[in-house]
């Protein structure tokens, strides 16, 4: 078991917050089965747990964060030290990972707002030249309305003359006999 600098265990450290009731039944069975095997397997098992008492004290004297980490079958196996910043980079990368999505939809949405404005500007173009074309025959038809009654008010005006040189004739005939 890992010792604090003070050279107390994890459990009496913590006030026994940590403290598992199968722990010392655990440490019988791995003293049982030690001795069970070979000597020189046991000298290469007790370097290996050298290294990570190491490494456990390295980490406890940086920082008082630890977590609980359970085996297969969800029993507690052993209270290991957590890096400072490892919880806060899980959380980072989450946030960037939910902005990203932010963004992408965001870019979706603008991408889509975009291709509508493109579509209803065409759109909007279109019914304006139709609208001018529309407009440009109507004037034309005007113009052209306007010659023919034009022409058409100049020949009643002739019509009306000769009619009237006609009856003046007529009458003067008349006067005449």
């Known amino acids: 078991?890992?010792?604090?600098?003070?050279?107390?265990?994890?459990?009496?450290?913590?006030?026994?917050?940590?403290?598992?009731?199968?722990?010392?039944?655990?440490?019988?069975?791995?003293?049982d089965d030690d001795d069970d095997d070979d000597d020189d397997d046991d000298d290469d098992d007790d370097d290996d747990d050298d290294d990570?008492?190491?490494?456990?004290?390295?980490?406890?004297?940086?920082t008082s964060k630890f977590c609980l980490i359970f085996g297969k079958k969800?029993?507690?196996?052993?209270?290991?030290?957590?890096?400072?910043?490892?919880?806060?980079?899980?959380?980072?990368?989450?946030?960037?990972?939910?902005?990203?999505?932010?963004?992408k939809n965001k870019n979706k949405k603008n991408k889509n707002k975009n291709k509508n404005k493109k579509k209803n500007k065409k759109k909007k173009k279109e019914?304006?030249?139709k609208k001018k074309n529309k407009n440009k025959n109507k004037n034309k038809k005007k113009k052209?309305?306007?010659?023919?009654?034009?022409?058409?008010?100049?020949?009643?005006?002739?019509?009306?003359k000769r009619r009237r040189r006609r009856r003046r004739r007529s009458l003067n005939l008349y006067l005449w006999f």
Do not use: I
Request: positive net charge.
């Open 127 to 129: 019914k304006k030249k």
């Open 52 to 62: 990570d008492d190491d490494d456990d004290d390295y980490r406890l004297e940086r």
């Open 144 to 160: 052209k309305n306007k010659k023919k009654n034009k022409k058409k008010k100049k020949e009643k005006k002739k019509r009306r």
């Open 1 to 31: 078991m890992a010792l604090w600098p003070s050279g107390k265990t994890l459990a009496q450290r913590s006030g026994g917050a940590w403290f598992d009731p199968r722990a010392k039944e655990k440490e019988k069975e791995e003293e």
């Open 74 to 103: 969800g029993r507690w196996k052993e209270a290991r030290h957590v890096e400072e910043n490892e919880h806060k980079t899980k959380k980072k990368k989450n946030k960037k990972n939910k902005n990203k999505n932010k963004n």
